[in-house]
């Protein structure tokens, strides 16, 4: 079992999503705190209602960027988590933070990266005029939505839908490929190398879906 905390920006549905999968029998890892550099955000009640503890760190109340990474490096490593997931959390984290945990903080991010790094990412697919959009599960490098590629799911753009309608079809998705990448993870069944991501077992070997049916 792999102790994870999880950060949060906001309403944290990819936060309950992993603690929906946390809470099934063969789960590998389990959510030992929640993080958020925002106060009264509906992810932190997700939280306390699955009985997980919750901490606020406000960037606000610091005044360098490395001085809120380091508190947050420090009360990480006091929860005793041995991976971070990246859940909705809108803050860049230096360098130093992502190196601390090179290989061991997944991301999920509205896009099939490397395509559509950053914030809106279905307007810029729709202006794009791609016939594709997605999501992708990853590890975490100190580029902005950058790293070694676990998960990916891609469904068709339909011509008439609207960035909001292509984002919660996209949103299902990521609930469904993030707490994959996860389990993935804590299973020891992910090596990086070159940049690369390979899953060691055949029964993960394609992990990348187009067009799930969610059940
Ligand atoms: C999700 O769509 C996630 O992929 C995105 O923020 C949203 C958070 O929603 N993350 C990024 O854009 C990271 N670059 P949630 O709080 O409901 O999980």
Not at 14 to 32: E, G, H, K, S
Not at 93 to 104: I, P, Q, S
Not at 193 to 198: M, P
Request: glycine fraction near 6%; charge should be negative; charged fraction near 25%.
């Amino acid at each position: 079992m792999v102790d994870v905390a999880v950060l949060i920006s906001g309403g944290g549905t990819n936060l309950q999503a992993l603690i929906d999968a946390c809470a099934q029998d063969d789960f590998p890892a389990n959510i030992v705190k929640v993080f958020s550099n925002n106060p009264d955000v509906l992810g932190l009640e997700r939280a306390k209602k699955a009985g997980i503890d919750t901490q606020v760190i406000n960037h606000r109340d610091y005044e360098s960027r490395e001085a809120f990474d380091e508190k947050l490096h420090a009360e990480i490593t006091a929860c005793g988590a041995k991976l971070i997931c990246l859940a909705g959390f809108m803050r860049i984290l230096d360098a130093r933070f992502v190196n601390r945990w090179k290989n061991r903080m997944l991301n999920i991010h509205p896009s099939l990266l490397p395509a559509f790094r950053g914030l809106h990412t279905q307007e810029r697919a729709l202006e794009a005029g791609v016939r594709f959009s997605g999501c992708t599960a990853h590890f975490v490098n100190p580029e902005l939505d950058d790293g070694p590629i676990i998960t990916q799911a891609a469904i068709a753009i339909n011509p008439d839908e609207t960035a909001e309608e292509l984002a919660a079809r996209v949103l299902e998705l990521e609930h469904i490929i993030y707490p994959q990448a996860l389990k993935l993870v804590a299973e020891g069944r992910v090596r990086v190398a070159n940049h690369r991501v390979r899953i060691s077992n055949a029964e993960y070997a394609d992990q990348s879906i187009v067009n799930p049916k969610p059940e």
